[in-house]
Every structure is written in structure tokens, then in C-alpha cells.
């Protein structure tokens, strides 16, 4: 695993220098639609968020968008291949070209929009960064880890807000560079860190999965703004808007009480001019991104609007039982605000 | 090619280019060298082509910017704040440190282990065949993956060494403490410091190893002047002066009060917070990095090593024993000096192997060069092209460095005509 890191570079390397430019520059809907198959990064495992079921399925929060894209752009939900990806080998998979789409917890940041030369297309997550501890170390707040062993995942933004957050409290850390969620789950759990720190999402999906989860606390203190969100290569503005309006569709869908069981009704009797011309039954909002009239419904259709999901991999009624928070609807009080579909 | 008369009355034709010997060489030379270059020139112009169709460019400036993040352990001053340069430096380092380390560890136990092989001694020798075969048969990322999980999964957390009564407790007279984080040794104090050198860019030496290096380089050339004396004075007389106390002497007395003057004392490991400190403490993942390929190469230069004796003739050894030399001393001055000639080129290669090796490093989270700059800083600046080749560059230049060293070393010891 650690030598796909490497073999992920140097598939960067003569992916640049070979002859596979055309993910860069050409049409990724047409190269999706010709493939028959949407090509989605994930994350090597984190449950709730994507990770494979006892059957070999992948399912979670993440997946749910590639599932939503797949049934807008091919008509399909399950026509999706799903690629792992570590922290470290995830942008360069997209920029290579190996993925279509990278729907897996990755933070937007200027750097990365910009520098990397990706395209964030929106945020599915709000989420901060928090620090998890064992219950017997007696620790209640961040601000006593002063020389602790923490664990964490290189590459990440998360990596970054630790050295920030120990320099501006004027504490001392070791860090324990690990690769992947299971990695760091592992050393964790073996005590060879004090603490583990990612996402506040990723440690209760993390903490879920443990055998005892009630001696392990998750320490109020978050120490960055961590918006997640699924992400494209720059240059392809069209494939751009497939997959934001897609993300956009599913909180729409939500905010306007359209669920996987009343859309057919609803597409063909609903009031709402908004509804409407969301589900296609007027103005055909889907030529314009070079879809048909339903790839809205079909994205809906997939795994449920925004709430449903959230509900059904990650919310209070899961075991990872998080709280919608943030992530609720603007009118509930939280920050998802889809822009109007006219 | 003078020395073939070409004969006068036939013409140069163009089909002589690929028909006659004088030029046929000299056509396919020309045409495979146009083809490299044209597959070269294509390889470089198709990058540049495809990371501006990416919308980006080709510059080092990234070296210069804040880094932003920490290294466990640095070998310099290091922090969040230092340049991408800065932590490649002390990726750099790591790397070299794990690879002089890990070549000495594995000459003495190649070497050691290769001599064993030979043993009379049945079971001694089959149980050195059995660790030659297992190390050097299965893959050294498992090694390395094997060490460092079990360093990881059964010593304990540095928690258990607290209390009255701890679970566990120090070993080596209370100097070492084993935990599933490091090793935490005992540091080297001095009660009388002189102070750092400041050599630059942060990095300081203490004067006090300064004056141990002097002493020790110094006694070791004063050694060999006594040595030479003596042997000029057996020469002429026949009979060698007594020398070992002189030698003793020079090696060991101003080293002892060195340590007298600086006052040099051990400082333990203690359990503060959540932490040893005090001490040294050495990183699981530089642990069972420096374990695995020590046993790893180790395994490679044992077959080396065994080799170079077997290369040389039995005759040697009897004659040596027809004189009267004892086993031991035959090794030593008879069979390693002519088996050395087989063994170093090889054993140049072991060496270049595991410096390149030690990048598995990133498998036990030791930041090396290829964890520093190959690992985070390509990740946090999306530098992959400029990142990939200057790290090929450094490796390439340390493998270089370490062959003219071998090469340097060979020349010495190969066999002199005369």
C-alpha cells in the first residue's frame, strides 16, 4: 500500500510525460459516457463515509454522491468503479486522470483549488478538525496534550492545522506520520499514540467501528474549518457543473421535501415551478449541461435527497450518529444553501 | 580502420552504409543515437506540453515556502515554520543516518554471519544457512512491516512505566526503557559545557565532540608513527619493541581526560507527562527500519562474505597452518586480505541497495527523504514532477558518492602487480 504511493507519482509522472492527456483537456462526460462507467475516487476505508460493506459494496456519504453522478450522466447509480485513495495519492489521481471524480472527505482549500489545479465544486461536509484521546489518559481538553505522541495523517490539511494549533498554544507534540485511516486507527489502538486527530467526522466514523467506543472521547475542541467536498480536475468547466449541480440537486431536493419516495409524484404533480424545473417536468434545465431532462430525478432517485442520506450513513440513527449541526439547511439554521435551479 | 586498404577503384555508394563492414557500425551507432535522442527530446517535449494543458508549470520556487509542518525527531533544529528545503535537508539526513548505520550494522553481521557459515560446527552452520535464506527470500517491506508491528504490538506504552509499582520496568541496570513508541536510551551530559559551534543555517556542534573527534584522529595518527617505528626497528635490529601500552596509552588516556574535564555523565530517561524525555528517545520506526535492513542486507553480505573465502585456495590455508598460525590469525591475515578483493564490488552493491532501500521508510512513518520531501511536501504542494526528480537526483548522487567511496576503497586492497 505504501508502494502505491510511490507507483501514484510515477503514474503522475508518465501519465504527464506519456500520451494520457486527454483527461486533462478533453471531455470527461463524453469519456465517462464512452466508458460506459464513472470512475470515482474514494477513501481506502472510512465508515459512514465510504467504505466497502460485508458483500463488497461500497457504500457511505461520499459514495452516495459518485452513486447520484453516475445515475445523472449514465442512467445508472451502480455504473461506478470505485478507487481507493491514501491521503497522499488522491490529487495526483485526479490530475492524472486515473478518476473522474474525487468524492472522498478532501478539505477545499486556496492551495488546492488553485495550485493543484482542481476545482472544488461545493461542500457536502461541513466539518473541524478535532483530536480523539482514551478515556483512561484522563485528558478533557487539547489544550493539555502538551508533549503527547499524536498520530496523523500525512498529506492532509489536518497535518497542517496540528503544527498551527501546538504553535500558537505554545506546546510540544511528536508526531506519528501514518498513511491511511486504518493505519492511524491501528497505531492508535496499539497505544502507540496518545492522541489521533483528522476530522471531527472521520473520528466518530472511526470511533464507531472500534470494539469499545465508550472509553474513547472525542475532545471538544475543533481547531479548523475543515469544508469538505467532491472535487474535478480544472480545465473541464462543463464536467464541472455535472457534478455540482448534481451535489446542489440532492440539497435542493431536500429543502424542497423531494425524497426517493414521493419524486415520481411529485415530478408529475407538483406546484412548485422550483420543483418543477428541478425534476425536469418543465423548461429542460439538463440540455444545457448536456444531460437529458431527468438526470436531476435520476441523481435523487439514487440514494435519496441530501437529508436521507446523511440519515442513512452517517446521522443520529447510525452508529457513527452524527448530528446534522452545520450541515443542516439554511432554513433549519445550518449553512447548506443550494442555488436556485432556473 | 587504416589498417583495411580500401580499395580505390570502388565508388562510395549509399548502400554501403548498410552493406559494407567498414561502415555498418558506424550507420548503426548514428541511428541508434538519433533514436534516443528523438525518444528523449519527445519524452520532455510531451511533458511540457501536457503539465501546460494541466495549467501548470515547472519551478523549484516551492523549496522556499513555509513547509507548515512538524518532523518527529529531527536531526537539525527543525519546526513548522522552516522552508520544504529545510525538511527535504532533514528527510536527507534521516536517510543517510539509517544508511551508514544500517551498512555498519550489516558488514559486522554479513560478515560474522558469512565466516559462521563455514564453521565445522554442524548445527551452528545450518542455523545460519536457515537466517540467510529467510532474510534474504522474502520481501523487506515485510521485514520492516514484521519489526515494527511487533515492536509496536507488545511493548507496552510509556504509561506502564509509571506508578509505584509499574507494569514494566527499565532494563540494562535501569537505562533502557522499551515502549511501543521508541526506545528511550540514556543521553550524553556534561556538567562542564564549552558551548556550540554555530556552523550556520542553525545547525550547531558541540565543542566538546569537536575536541573528542581531535583527540581520537590525533591518537590514531600518533598510533600508527609509534607503529612504524617500531616496525623500522624491526627491521634493523630483528627484534620489535614492546608497543601495546604506548598504543593503549594514546588511544585511551586523553579520551579519559577529556571526559574528566567535561564532566560526562549519562542523563536517564524519565517518565514526564506523557512522554520519556531526558533521554534519546529512538523512534519504532527508525528501530525496526535499522533492524530489517540490517537483517536483510546482512543476509545478502554473509553470501558475499562466504564467497570471497571460498574463492580463495585451500592451499593457503595450509600453508598458513604449516607455519604455524593459529585459526583465527589465519583469517585475519591470510584469508579476509585475499578474500576482500572478491568480496568488495559486490558488497558495493549491497551498500548502494540499502541506502536506496531505506525509502520503504515511509512504511514505519521514519520522515526520510522520501517521507519529507517525496511524501508531505509533494502532497502539500502538489509538486510531483519537481519533488520525483530532485529526489532522484539526491539518491542518484548519494549512490554515486558511495560507489567512488567503495571504488576508492578497492583500489587499495586489490591485488597490486608487480
Keep these: 500500500m505504501k508502494r502505491s504511493v510511490f507507483l501514484g507519482s510515477v503514474a503522475a509522472f508518465v501519465a504527464a510525460s506519456g500520451g494520457a492527456a486527454l483527461a486533462a483537456e478533453g471531455d470527461t462526460l463524453k469519456a465517462v459516457q464512452d466508458r ?45 468503479k470505485y478507487v481507493p485513495t491514501t491521503g497522499q495519492t488522491r490529487f495526483t489521481a485526479l490530475s492524472s486522470g486515473e478518476v473522474d471524480v474525487l468524492a472522498r472527505n478532501s478539505t477545499w482549500t486556496f492551495s488546492r483549488d488553485t495550485d493543484l489545479a482542481l476545482d472544488f465544486i461545493g461542500v457536502n461536509y461541513y466539518d473541524g478538525q478535532g483530536f480523539m484521546v482514551s478515556k483512561d489518559l484522563g485528558v478533557t481538553s487539547a489544550k493539555e496534550l502538551d508533549g503527547a505522541t499524536i498520530c496523523i495523517q500525512t498529506g492532509t490539511t489536518t497535518e497542517l492545522n496540528l503544527a498551527d494549533y501546538f504553535k500558537a498554544n505554545n506546546m510540544a507534540y511528536q508526531p506519528v506520520n501514518i498513511d491511511s485511516n486504518a493505519e492511524g486507527e491501528q497505531q492508535y489502538m496499539a497505544g502507540a499514540c496518545d492522541a489521533y486527530t483528522t476530522d471531527a467526522s472521520g473520528l466518530a466514523a472511526t470511533r464507531a467501528a472500534f470494539a469499545d467506543p465508550e472509553n474513547h472521547v472525542i475532545l471538544p475542541e475543533i481547531v479548523s474549518k475543515e ?16 457534478v455540482r449541480w448534481t451535489l446542489n440537486a ?9 425524497t426517493s419516495t414521493n419524486i415520481e409524484e411529485l415530478a ?17 434545465l439538463g440540455a444545457m449541461i448536456g444531460l437529458d431532462k431527468d438526470w436531476a430525478k435520476r441523481a435523487i432517485m439514487a440514494s435519496g435527497n441530501y437529508g436521507e442520506i446523511f440519515a442513512k450513513t452517517i446521522g443520529e440513527e447510525t452508529p457513527i450518529g452524527l448530528a ?5 439547511q439554511w432554513t433549519q439554521g445550518g449553512l447548506l444553501y443550494a442555488p436556485p435551479f432556473r | 580502420m587504416s589498417d583495411i586498404p580500401a580499395p580505390a577503384h570502388q565508388p562510395f555508394r549509399l548502400s554501403m552504409l548498410l552493406y559494407d563492414r567498414r561502415y555498418r557500425s558506424m550507420t548503426i551507432q548514428v541511428v541508434v543515437f538519433i533514436l534516443v535522442m528523438a525518444a528523449g527530446w519527445w519524452l520532455v517535449d510531451n511533458t511540457i506540453r501536457n503539465l501546460q494543458a494541466l495549467g501548470k508549470d515547472f519551478n523549484f520556487g516551492f523549496l522556499f515556502q513555509r513547509s507548515g509542518y512538524d518532523i518527529g525527531s529531527p536531526p537539525i533544529p527543525y519546526n513548522s515554520d522552516d522552508t520544504h528545503l529545510r525538511a527535504a535537508v532533514v528527510g536527507l539526513l534521516n536517510t543517510v543516518i539509517i544508511s ?25 552452520a545450518r542455523l545460519m544457512t536457515i537466517y540467510v535464506e529467510m532474510f534474504r527470500n522474502i520481501p523487506l517491506l515485510l521485514w520492516i ?46 556538567t562542564n559545557d564549552p558551548g556550540m559551534l554555530d556552523l550556520g543555517f542553525r545547525i550547531m556542534i558541540n565543542w566538546a565532540t569537536i575536541a573528542f573527534a581531535v583527540v581520537l584522529i590525533g591518537g590514531w595518527l600518533v598510533r600508527r608513527v609509534v607503529l612504524n617505528r617500531a616496525q623500522a626497528a ?28 567535561f564532566g560526562l555523565h549519562l542523563i536517564q530517561p524519565e517518565l514526564t507527562g506523557f512522554n520519556f524525555s531526558g533521554g534519546l528517545n529512538l523512534q519504532n520506526g527508525f528501530v525496526a527500519l535499522w533492524l530489517a535492513l540490517t537483517l536483510y542486507t546482512g543476509a545478502f553480505i554473509a553470501e558475499i562474505v562466504r564467497a570471497g573465502i571460498l574463492s580463495v585456495s585451500k592451499g593457503q590455508t595450509e600453508a598458513a597452518f604449516a607455519l604455524g598460525l593459529q585459526p583465527n590469525r589465519t583469517m585475519n591475515l591470510v584469508i579476509l586480505p585475499q578474500a576482500l578483493r572478491v568480496i568488495i564490488p559486490p558488497l558495493t552493491s549491497q551498500y548502494l541497495n540499502l541506502t536506496k532501500n531505506s525509502s520503504l521508510a515511509i512504511a514505519v512513518a521514519y520522515m526520510d527523504l522520501r517521507g519529507t520531501l517525496g511524501g508531505t511536501t509533494l502532497n502539500q504542494t502538489g509538486r510531483e514532477l519537481e519533488a520525483i526528480l530532485l529526489m532522484m537526483l539526491i539518491y542518484l548522487a548519494l549512490s554515486l558518492l558511495i560507489s567512488a567511496g567503495m571504488n576508492a576503497f578497492n583500489a587499495r586492497v586489490k591485488l597490486k602487480e608487480r
Design chain 1, 250 to 258: 440532492l440539497i435542493a431536493a431536500e429543502e424542497y421535501g423531494v
Design chain 2, 100 to 124: 551508514i548505520l544500517g551498512c555498519i550494522a550489516a558488514t559486522f553481521l554479513g560478515t560474522a554471519v558469512g565466516i559462521a557459515r563455514l564453521s565445522n560446527n554442524w548445527l551452528f
Design chain 2, 234 to 261: 624491526q627491521d634493523r635490529t630483528g627484534e620489535r619493541p614492546t608497543t601495546w601500552w604506548i598504543n593503549l596509552a594514546i588511544m585511551t588516556v586523553p579520551s579519559l581526560l577529556l571526559i574528566w574535564y
Design chain 2, 145 to 190: 512491516l514484521i519489526v515494527y508491528a511487533l515492536l509496536t504490538e507488545i511493548l507496552p506504552a510509556p504509561a506502564a512505566y509509571r506508578g509505584e509499582d509499574p507494569e514494566w520496568s527499565k532494563i540494562l541496570f535501569g537505562n533502557v526503557a522499551l515502549t511501543n513508541r521508541y526506545t528511550a536510551i540514556p543521553s550524553i551530559g556534561l
Design chain 1, 227 to 242: 469544508p469538505l467536498g467532491p472535487a474535478v480536475r480544472h480545465g473541464d468547466n462543463n464536467w464541472g457543473d455535472i
Design chain 1, 268 to 284: 408529475s404533480n407538483s406546484e412548485n415551478p422550483e420543483v418543477q424545473r428541478l425534476l425536469g417536468s418543465s423548461d429542460d
Design chain 1, 324 to 328: 446534522r449541526g452545520l450541515n443542516a
Design chain 1, 36 to 80: 460506459g462507467e464513472l470512475i470515482c475516487g474514494v477513501n481506502t476505508g472510512l465508515v459512514g463515509f465510504a467504505a466497502p460493506d460485508a458483500s463488497g459494496n461500497w457504500t457511505g456519504f461520499d459514495i452516495a454522491i459518485c452513486k447520484a453522478v453516475a445515475a445523472a450522466v449514465l442512467g445508472d447509480p451502480n455504473k461506478v
